[in-house]
């Protein structure tokens, strides 16, 4: 019998996994702190929970999916959290970004109730995340990570047991390093090729196939050309990502000098109110500091 999902978080990437487990014939029990984001799934099939506790009494396997450590804490430790309803035998599968410490903290003490847990933090944007071709990496015990692997499948393409736990959360860290880095390069890139006075759009084409090319650039230099800012993943989510970044690179004594530099570039966009913005925002720290715009007929 298959064992049964809980869902708890429908934000910009939640939805989508959920959705995507009951595409996969999953039964799926969903809760989420702004109850109408239920509403969807539930039309297409998944039980409405009256709070992490109630799905954790209703699953066997509760996948959670929140925006910050906090609120990780709050939904699987707190009053009414997953800790309350879990089963002994139940696996909890976090698949928020928060800090490998405190995923490590959580993990223990959920063990002493006899609940598993992994940290399988995921990227992918929201595309992945509707397409069910998000990277995921796990932390956590193997016996688990494969009781796991076919809700991960129906939500993921490259899933990666990377050790125990917190390791998961540890690989997505490194993951943002890299996504940011990607991020100023393209940023860049396009200022100088704004300057330049080529076509943006063939510039696009001659290079993103190339050595030059990424996922950041594929998918997110057509919207900046666009002067779309819509988010596959919001500027504030970004910073909260990179906060827990800094803060570990600052316990481990490693300069992580570049990343630095694009958060307080992001910083100033927070200061601005642009923090629901997309993360491919970063190129208006720039274009502020250039005085004129990627996307514009000419340089102002």
């Known amino acids: 019998m298959a064992e049964r999902v809980g869902f708890i978080g429908l934000g910009i990437m939640g939805r989508g996994m959920a959705n995507n487990l009951l595409n996969a014939g999953f039964k799926v029990r969903v809760w989420n702190r702004t109850a109408s984001r239920m509403d969807a799934l539930v ?3 998944a039980e409405a929970g009256s709070s992490p506790a109630d799905v954790a ?5 509760i996948i959670t999916c929140v925006s910050d450590t906090p609120d990780v804490e709050r939904v699987i430790l707190g009053e009414d959290g ?51 071709t998000l990277s995921i990496m796990v932390g956590g015990d193997e016996e ?30 490194v993951n943002q390093v890299l996504v940011v880095g990607n991020c100023l390069a393209m940023c860049e890139a396009l200022l100088f090729a704004q300057a330049g006075g080529v ?25 900046i050309m666009k002067r779309d800012w819509r988010p596959g993943f919001t500027v ?12 570990a690179a600052d316990e481990m004594g490693v300069p992580l000098a570049g ?25 208006k720290a720039l274009e502020h500091l250039a005085g004129f715009e990627v996307g514009t007929k000419q340089p102002v």
Request: hydrophobic share 40%.
């Open 259 to 283: 990343t630095s530099l694009i958060f307080n570039l992001y910083r100033t966009l927070e200061a601005q109110g642009l923090q629901e913005e997309g993360n491919h925002a970063l190129i």
């Open 144 to 173: 688990q990570f494969q009781r796991a692997l076919p809700a991960l499948q129906a939500m993921g393409k490259t899933i990666t047991h990377i050790g125990p736990n917190g390791s998961g959360q540890t690989v997505k860290l």
């Open 199 to 223: 076509d943006l759009q063939k510039t696009f084409e001659a290079i993103s196939q190339g050595a030059a090319g990424s996922w950041m650039f594929t998918n997110r230099g057509p919207q």
């Open 57 to 61: 009494a209703n699953s066997d396997i």
């Open 82 to 132: 997953v800790i309350q309803g879990a089963k002994a035998g139940a696996l909890v599968v976090d698949c928020s970004t928060i800090s490998p410490q405190v995923t490590k903290e959580i993990a223990a003490k959920l063990k002493e109730k006899g609940v598993h847990m992994l940290d399988a933090p995921i990227s992918g944007g929201s595309e992945g995340a509707a397409k069910g």
């Open 43 to 45: 039309e297409a099939g």
């Open 236 to 247: 504030a989510l970004q910073q909260k990502d990179l906060r827990l970044v800094l803060d």
